[in-house]
């Protein structure tokens, strides 16, 4: 199957700064990536739709200022949490779709913030 | 009621037997629909896509569709231990759209 490369694999900050993720579709072209948060025990909860070269879709609820997203080429998007606070410590998963419409997961980032 | 409905378990069965996971879904526009797995602590692997009613094989697995009863279903034979996981149902209405999941069904094979 294609490959996603999620990056960093666990992040710990402070208090107050901003972190930023970074999503890469390896062996496929991906106009659309999708970003995720995930709880202990609970299912994906999806943040934002991100289409290559144009604005992310958030979804409700979601701080867009807070997430920041950005989707500047076929292969890589990123998300910036910005001024992070301990209730934004979480799992935080990327996923990129390929042509055939099939949605891949990168390994996922797990974000401390103290 | 939810969208897309899973039990969350956990189920048990014993290594060798075969594992049913079950999924409801309420909106009859949907066209496509996935099986992933997810172990604690790690993202989603997709195991399977099935688009048309019917079943669908790929080695140990099963995705079996049934659109007018709104119901999807995966196979798990001969099960592992290492199958110990939680398997997510999705569902998308259109190739553009956006998945959604439910909430995961625990499995647990016993040695």
């Known amino acids: 199957g294609a490959v996603v490369s999620q990056h960093p694999s666990w992040v710990i900050c402070k208090s107050g700064t901003s972190v930023k993720i970074e999503c890469r579709s390896l062996?496929?072209?991906?106009?659309?990536m999708f970003w995720y948060r995930q709880f202990p025990k609970q299912s994906l909860m999806l943040m934002a739709t991100?289409?290559?070269?144009?604005?992310?879709?958030?979804e409700q609820g979601v701080e867009k200022d807070k997430f920041l997203i950005n989707h500047a080429s076929l292969t890589l998007s990123t998300l910036t949490v910005t001024s992070a606070h301990p209730e934004d410590s979480s799992f935080y998963i990327c996923s990129a779709r390929d042509l055939k419409g099939i949605q891949y997961f990168g390994a996922g980032t797990r974000l401390s913030v103290l | 009621q939810k969208e897309v409905e899973q039990n969350s378990g956990p189920l048990s069965v014993p290594e060798g037997a075969i594992a049913s996971l079950n999924c409801t879904y309420s909106d009859r526009g949907s066209q496509s629909f996935f099986w992933y797995r997810q172990y604690s602590g790690k993202s989603p692997e997709l195991i399977m896509s099935i688009y048309s009613n019917g079943d669908k094989e790929d080695g140990r697995f099963t995705a079996q569709l049934n659109k007018a009863s709104q119901y999807v279903s995966l196979l798990i034979r001969d099960s592992q231990p290492s199958d110990s996981a939680t398997y997510l149902c999705?569902?998308?209405?259109?190739?553009?759209?956006?998945?959604?999941f439910g909430q995961g069904t625990e499995l647990s094979v016993k040695p």
């Open positions: 999705a569902v998308r209405r259109g190739q553009g759209g956006k998945l959604i």
């Open positions: 991100s289409n290559e070269g144009s604005k992310a879709t958030y």
């Open positions: 062996d496929f072209q991906a106009t659309t």
